[in-house]
């Protein structure tokens, strides 16, 4: 492996976060264990200074087979997934974390049965990735304990809404070829509430043996904190997995009353036709969205997805 000296430039990839601790890799697979420091300059503003998927300038400090440096240079994102900081709790002041950056999509992985299906959570997820204008896959996980009839219902309005949907049994290997298909040369972050599978998917997707070294690698013998926060990994086929921590409950960061119709597809060829052009399509009369789902041409889950989404945002435009 390639040796870069003390006080040259590295510029890489942060591939894994540990408890203020990087590790950055170059395009020549050269690794750098780094840290951030007072003049670290971002071109992100008020958000996580460095997350898993950052292109990042090092300045290193300490050569060997991974070097020690200090990141002096985080580039802009195109992408990220984000949640909101708790002020109170939040020893750095950063208003929003950067979970991942510069992924090409989501993989939002739920669980057919134990817990069973949440189609809130799938809701919430979506609205995200449109906001973002970023393709998503809904992974639905434990499909071998499943009742498949009512998984297809469950699942057909997101089919028909032409979002990609993966059912997968990660323990028994069913439906990975098509989700390696779905993933293959892309930059996919999974996300997803705790106990829905995630890991087993992704040890599964990048082999078992990738996670163990990752485990037990030098990295981790040189201090770096025991909780990870994201970890970029490899996949055999091209591409990477950005394996996420579990979050019980996604916040939907920038997103207001006033903009959150905009989120919903099935909505906007029929806004047109609601009696108010501002309308919230919550409790106004003549609203022909709400009259849809009353007809069921728009799907009447989504539609209480929607209000429960609503109550629980800020207003704005």
Same mark, same amino acid.
């Given at each position: 492996?390639?040796?870069?000296?003390?006080?040259?430039?590295?510029e890489?990839?942060?591939?894994?976060?540990?408890?203020?601790?990087?590790?950055?890799?170059?395009?020549?697979?050269?690794?750098c264990?780094?840290?951030?420091?007072?003049?670290?300059?971002?071109?992100?503003?008020?958000?996580s200074?460095?997350?898993?998927?950052?292109?990042v300038?090092?300045a290193?400090?300490?050569?060997?087979?991974?070097s020690?440096?200090a990141?002096?240079?985080?580039?802009?994102r195109h992408?990220?997934?984000?949640?909101?900081?708790?002020?109170?709790?939040?020893?750095s002041?950063?208003k929003?974390?950067? +979970?991942? !950056?510069n992924?090409?999509?989501?993989? =939002?992985?739920v $669980?057919?049965?134990?817990?069973? #299906?949440?189609?809130?959570? *799938?809701?919430r997820?979506?609205?995200?990735?449109?906001?973002?204008?970023?393709?998503?896959?809904?992974?639905v996980?434990?499909?071998?304990?499943?009742?498949?009839e009512?998984?297809?219902?469950?699942?057909?309005p997101?089919?028909?809404?032409?979002?990609?949907?993966?059912?997968?049994?990660a323990?028994?290997?069913?439906?990975m070829?098509?989700?390696?298909?779905?993933?293959?040369?892309? +930059?996919? !972050?999974?996300?997803?509430?705790?106990? =829905?599978?995630? $890991?087993?998917?992704?040890?599964? #997707?990048?082999?078992?043996e *990738?996670?163990r070294?990752?485990?037990?690698?030098?990295?981790?013998q040189?201090?770096?904190?025991?909780?990870?926060?994201a970890?970029?990994?490899?996949?055999?086929?091209?591409?990477?997995?950005i394996?996420?921590p579990g979050?019980?409950?996604?916040?939907?960061?920038?997103?207001?009353?006033?903009?959150?119709?905009f989120?919903?597809?099935?909505?906007l060829?029929?806004?047109?036709?609601?009696?108010?052009?501002s309308?919230?399509?919550t409790v106004?009369?003549?609203?022909?969205?709400?009259?849809?789902?009353?007809?069921?041409? *728009?799907?009447?889950?989504?539609?209480?997805?929607?209000?429960?989404?609503?109550?629980?945002?800020e207003?704005?435009?």
């Open positions: 492996m390639t040796r870069k000296g003390s006080g040259s430039v590295l890489g990839l942060v591939i894994e976060a540990r408890g203020g601790m990087y590790l950055v890799e170059d395009e020549t697979g050269h690794r264990l780094c840290s951030t420091f007072r003049g670290t300059k971002t071109e992100n503003g008020d958000t200074l460095v997350a898993v998927g950052d292109r300038e090092v290193v400090t300490a050569s060997g087979d991974i020690e440096g990141i002096r240079l985080v580039r802009e992408s990220s997934l984000v949640r909101r900081r708790d002020l109170r709790r939040n020893r002041r950063e929003t974390q950067v +979970i991942a !950056a992924i090409d999509q989501l993989a =939002v992985v $669980s057919a049965e134990e817990p069973p #299906l949440n189609r809130r959570m *799938v809701d997820y979506l609205v995200f990735a449109e906001s973002e204008e970023m393709p998503v896959v809904v992974v996980n434990k499909m071998d304990i499943a009742d498949r009512r998984v297809g219902k469950l699942m057909a997101y089919r028909g809404l032409g979002y990609s949907v993966c059912p997968v049994s323990s028994k290997g069913e439906g070829d098509a989700l390696e298909s779905m993933l293959s040369g892309k +930059i996919s !972050a999974f996300s997803g509430h705790s106990g =829905v599978g995630k $890991s087993t998917l992704i040890n599964r #997707l990048v082999g078992e *990738v996670l070294t990752a485990e037990v690698s030098a990295v981790t040189k201090g770096m904190h025991t909780t990870t926060n970890a970029m990994l490899p996949l055999p086929g091209g591409g990477f997995v394996d996420t979050l019980r409950e996604f916040d939907l960061d920038g997103i207001t009353r006033g903009n959150l119709r989120y919903f597809p099935e909505f060829d029929l806004m047109g036709s609601c009696a108010f052009s309308c919230t399509h106004e009369p003549g609203c022909a969205v709400r009259e849809a789902a009353e007809r069921e041409e *728009v799907d009447p889950e989504r539609y209480e997805s929607y209000l429960a989404i609503y109550h629980t945002l207003e704005g435009r």
